[in-house]
């Protein structure tokens, strides 16, 4: 024993198995050369800074002046940003990196980039309204046109007058400059008009309201415009309707211009001269071409602008990300005395203690700082944080086991043994090597495509999927044997490796419905003889079979969680761990359930028709009962006698002691102290104020007595629990053989059956599609996450805590894209 | 007999496959431990799993009784 114990501690140290060593360091950092100590930091990621400041407010913080400018320059950016998107550019970076500016000198680029942006955007806002305007009035006048006769009643003033206000009106001045001007109120005829355009949508109603308005005295006259006008508001374009009033009467009149006003309908003078009507509609368009040339080379000025812009725009959004996280960290820091250092607290793993010691190094030198920066050990009470350094491949098995519970500081990782029991379970219940060909290539697609898909953006699912694609290799690596295994080849089985072991007794196989073949020689080499499939006993003797396995290979795998609580209980040197909680828990377990796999193999080992079930149930109500023909083996009845009574005492030497135990240790270690609690707290000050010492020194024994029963309860009761629970492996194997049986004879077969080509073609579209989404995704789902439940529950309740906290580190790296 | 060979032949893949992921990837001894684990957690849950299907067609207690139309 002493030997085993010795070799056990003599092994080398294995990678993934326990977390990191961590020490908590202390760092005080004059202030010039703090910010760029802190990037430096921040490249190398290894240290997580404790907030210090807690208690503060956001805005008591020292540093809340530059996280505010950080936030305004990424609003900036942001912008920039959006204003690429909507001018429908692409951001390329430029091929030459320019040299890191400094953060002022970055501001001060931003406020001009944006300073310059508004006032493009707001300048061609106000061209493109001019530019609206004029084409409504251009298409007002074509249609117009057409429904106005040529008058004579208007005097010659009165055109020039209409024709300099035309004129007059082509100026940036305000959006209400074209509206109706003063027609001529002595009219000879009384009749006067007013043109205009409307949105189509609403032409039909303005033209009721008008004839209610006008009680029926107006001719109204519309014509759908050539062209579709752009909405300055929703930047969609809309079409237009042209209309023409004609009407009567002041009153009338200004009527008509309230109801255009409210409709939103715009009025364009136009005026009755053909010749008149011609030489403003040449104007028009020449100032309308005008125009949109200088639209065109306003637009073109602000791309080019914008372009510029996107070059830089992603290496100083990261710069920016960067010195925001900078500022956010040196707010953790607490200011000292004397106000001329920062003092922080973190934590490191201790590999990287030498590497961070460069990097201050280089922060004083570069900061041509007088006094070095101190970075000293210090002792904690709280525990530290866990950190495994995973790669490609373990990475997503860790993150696997965290997702229930992040592992304590320096406690066995399951994640070792989940590399290949989780694939392992799950090709138990998916078994096909077929299904398990299809997963391999996916899998292999993925990983092909590593390079590729690891720098886009992806969906959700698509994520997890990439995450976890060493998952599936190993998942469908593992099917393809399990699939070997029962023989099942989308259910089909086959004679890869040999004969069957099986043939009739006669060579007119007269009764093979009835009594069935015989065995003849050795059983099948490898799997499951193929001779079973289609067979009537078929299910009765797979369903033997693979309950039994569930139940080896859950004894299996919860002896491994106990042993694991051993090698744990070795490293923190709590032999009352070993003594009064591995032993009793084995010998529990095994005197039960270990003897249940015991008998599982002597009855197949012996071909033995005793029942296990009576022999199990009986062991407990009656176990001085002879056996009769349940004897498996002579001593089986002494045998069972002697493993009820262990597990018997296990359970209160499970129960007990330790409370007891505990309670003696911890008097002894505190004998006496209760009589220094008084007047000495001015002794405990040697630390520093913000790192907390607590003084617990309370023993609750009702609480631990009541914490061990309750963990002995939950084991007792749950190796049975968690025993029939690894017979889901059953389940979903049983399930998963039968579904692919019946969409392989009811679907395939079935269409196979006919001649008709057509109806082949469904029948194996249906099974494709019924294999794929059923078989391979939903099973593949289900499967993963009953396996995905037994490691969670019944492997690791029995050794795991997972009540730690994972190390965050400090680090450029790790800043998410927070692209909003 | 057909059981031992076959483990014996099992074994033999588990040793060869821990020597070749020694010669593949040889990074330090803790990560040669973790792999040598991971290599024999493999190899023995592949041999349970024969081991298991082959040991319950030894000796059966019932045979395949055809189906009609077999």
Redesign the interface.
Known sequence: MERIEKFIDNLPSMDLMRSEKMTLVQLIIPVESAHRAISYLGELGLLQFRDLNSEKSPFQRTFVNQVKRCGEMSRKLRFFKDQISKAGLLSSVHPVVEPDLELEELEIQLAEHEHELIEMNANSEKLQQTYNELLEFKLVLQKACGFLLPSNNHAAAEERELRENVFSNNDYVETSSLLEQEMRPADQSGLRFISGIICKSKALRFERMLFRATRGNMLFNQAPADEEIMDPLTGEMVEKTVFVVHFSGEQARTKILKICEAFGAKCYPVPDDISKQRQITREVSSHLSDLETTLDTGIRHRNKALTSIGYHLTQWMSMVRREKAVYDTLNMLNFDVTKKCLVGEGWCPIFAKAQMQEALQRATFDSNSQLGIIFHVMDAVESPPTYFRTNHFTNAYQEIVDAYGVARYQEANPAVYTVITFPFLFAVMFGDWGHGICLLLGALVLIARESRLSTQKLGSFMEMLFGGRYVLLLMSLFSIYCGLIYNEFFSVPFHIFGDSAYKCRDATCSDAQTAGLIKFRDPYPFGVDPSWRGSRSELPFLNSLKMKMSILLGVAQMNLGIIFSYFNARFFCSSLDIRYQFVPQMIFLNSLFGYLSLLIIIKWCTGSQADLYHVMIYMFLSPTDDLGDNELFWGQRGLQIVLLLLALIAVPWMLFPKPFILKKLHSERFQGRTYGLLGTSEFDLDVEPDSARQHHEEFNFSEVFVHQMIHSIEFVLGAVSNTASYLRLWALSLAHSELSTVFYEKVLLLAWGYDSFIIRLIGLAVFAFATAFILLMMETLSAFLHALRLHWVEFQNKFYHGDGYKFKPFSFALITDEDD | ??FLV?TLIFSVVGIIASICSRICCNRG???N??HL??VI??TV??W???A?????????????????G?
């Open positions: 007999m057909g076959t001894p803790s990560a431990l973790l684990t991971l957690t493999a849950c592949c349970m799993m024969w298991i299907v082959y040991i319950a067609q030894m000796k059966p207690l019932i045979v395949p009784i055809l189906s009609e077999e």
